[in-house]
């Protein structure tokens, strides 16, 4: 028996890797060819916008590892299934449940890989990306950005955002000098929130010091809501933040406690962080999904029709899992479910589908 569960491990590990390999291969051409407008308007290099992409690469991987180990559970399984070798096996009185432990432990050890790269290579390489992307491509000079703030010149302006929620799109902990002649402050603008409406930004809560040029002091003023002109969007200011997946799991928590005792609403990143736990689980849950679906009888019929039954599986699976992540986004979920419902989902149907197959 440790001879057949090597060589089924041998079989899933070389498929996953293969099947790894062409969509990442396919990933680089698509990708690198859909953004070449983008490269060439701007002041990178062929070169390195192929570096750009490569970059990618380790984030990429763990997005479609899922549907990969699907895939190669039921190819192995499949071609068992179709060669009559899983009829033989059964006939000598293994059972199915032991056939698929190599199916599951493979599915274990992907899902660990997968936690490690999250947190060790994915932040690496998406902080670079993100570099190039804001400093290169889209040229964005007039920004400074360390792990919790932002700072952004603008005209005669220094803005800094404290925090930036990316679902309502709105700012805390703000801060706007405005610079005069010689690069006297004209005023100092402290807000405690902030809003973009019809162009413009609305702070409320917020104080104002305003240089008096005769008395050479400066004049407190204070607003319940005040409405300032600045030449950022929101959408500016999403692209810059650090976003989670360039965080790993123990950063990303150190993150959503400074934010939780700052006072702010961390609940997207909370939601996030339960997600960086969740996902790699789903590998080991599409691996069992996978290997019963390659021992069903339609496998042995017609093995395309498995393939494109396990894709429509794992679409099925994103599309379940973006929604209760959304849902957890707006508050309308606790973010450990919304995290979490998706696998528990997908397991229950995991092992019911391989109940049935037996």
């Known amino acids: ?38 490269f060439l308007n701007s002041d990178i290099t062929l070169v390195g916008a192929l570096w750009y992409v490569i970059l990618e690469i380790p984030f990429m991987f763990v997005q479609v590892a899922p549907a990969s180990v699907l895939l190669a559970n039921i190819f192995v399984f499949g071609l068992m299934n179709r060669n009559n070798e899983l009829l033989a096996l059964q006939s000598s009185g293994i059972s199915t449940y032991l056939l698929i432990r190599p199916a599951l432990f493979s599915g274990l050890v992907l899902a660990i890989t997968m936690f490690l790269l999250g947190e060790i290579l994915v932040p690496i390489s998406m902080i670079k990306v993100h570099h190039i992307k804001n400093t290169v491509i889209q040229k964005n000079n007039n920004i400074a950005q360390t792990r919790k703030n932002i700072w952004i010149k603008s005209d005669k302006k220094l803005i800094h955002f404290n925090f930036y929620n990316r679902i309502n799109k709105s700012v805390s902990g703000i801060t706007i000098i405005s610079m005069g002649e010689g690069f006297q402050p004209e005023y100092r603008l402290d807000a405690q929130t902030g809003h973009y409406k019809d162009g413009n930004w609305i702070f409320e809560k917020s104080i104002q010091q305003i240089y008096n040029h005769e008395t050479q002091e ?45 006072g702010y609403d961390a609940t997207t990143y909370v939601v996030d962080l339960y997600g960086k736990m969740a996902f790699p689980f789903i590998c080991f849950i599409m691996a069992l999904t996978g290997a019963a679906t390659g021992m069903r009888p339609f496998s042995r019929q017609s093995l395309p029709r498995a393939i494109t039954i396990g894709i429509i599986i794992s679409f099925m699976y994103w599309f379940v899992h973006g929604f209760f992540m959304s849902l957890g986004y707006g508050s309308s979920l606790p973010p450990i479910l919304a995290a979490w419902l998706a696998n528990l989902f997908f397991l229950c149907f995991g092992i019911i589908y391989l109940l049935t197959t037996e």
Do not use: C, W
Not at 3 to 18: A, P, Q, V
Not at 236 to 247: H, R, T
């Open 1 to 38: 028996m440790p001879s057949l569960h090597k060589y089924l491990l041998k079989e899933l590990f070389k498929l996953f890797f293969i099947i790894q390999s062409i969509i990442l291969v396919l990933f680089v051409f698509i990708e690198y060819l859909s953004k070449m407008d983008r």
């Open 218 to 262: 400066y004049d407190v003023l204070q607003f319940d809501t005040k409405t300032v002109q600045v030449d950022i969007k929101p959408e500016d200011i999403g692209q810059l933040v650090k976003k989670s997946e360039a965080m790993g799991f123990f950063e990303l928590k150190r993150y959503v406690e400074k934010v939780e005792n700052e």
